[in-house]
């Protein structure tokens, strides 16, 4: 049975080719969300739609609780307002543990709300999108206790 309080994301403080995975442990709640994108495929040969995967849509959503200290949190804010991406490892367990598995990806930061209500403590909503970099989003599944990279293809 998997828990989803041992789901982990990363951010890499390092360089995309030398990682140096930093754990988002302030985070909450993470979703996410692949869903494929179709085209149609049918024919006159059958009165069956038939579908086809095009674009792999990548959308994470989540909270982080607001810190002033926190790099992590000021990583994900600072993208929020501006172009910059964020290297982001977002798994279903630890980056050590054989079978976890998830996605890596430059994301960007696209919505990033913040409810200020008097009884709360502040937390940022966040949703985060693939960028356009040189580095393509990988599925990642980590085996020999490290995590392993390879394209996502239909």
């Known amino acids: 049975m998997k828990l989803g309080i ?16 930093s754990e988002i442990d302030k985070v909450s709640d993470i979703a996410v969300k692949p869903t494929w994108k179709e085209g149609d495929g049918s024919t006159r040969s059958s009165r069956v739609e038939k579908m086809a995967k095009t674009m792999l849509a990548l959308e994470i959503t989540g909270k982080i609780r607001v810190s002033n200290t926190d790099a992590n949190y000021i990583a994900l804010w600072q993208a929020a307002h501006t172009d910059d991406v964020v290297d982001l490892l977002v798994l279903n367990g630890p ?37 356009p970099s040189d580095n393509e989003p990988q599925k990642v599944v980590v085996s020999g206790g490290a995590p392993g990279y390879t394209d996502i293809t239909a």
């Open 6 to 21: 041992l789901s982990k994301i990363y951010r890499n403080t390092g360089s995309h080719g030398g990682p140096n995975w």
């Open 95 to 131: 980056m050590n543990e054989n079978g976890v598995r998830g996605y890596r990806a430059d994301f960007q930061v696209f919505s990033a709300p913040e409810d200020q209500a008097m009884n709360i403590v502040l937390f940022m909503d966040f949703t985060l999108k693939p960028a």
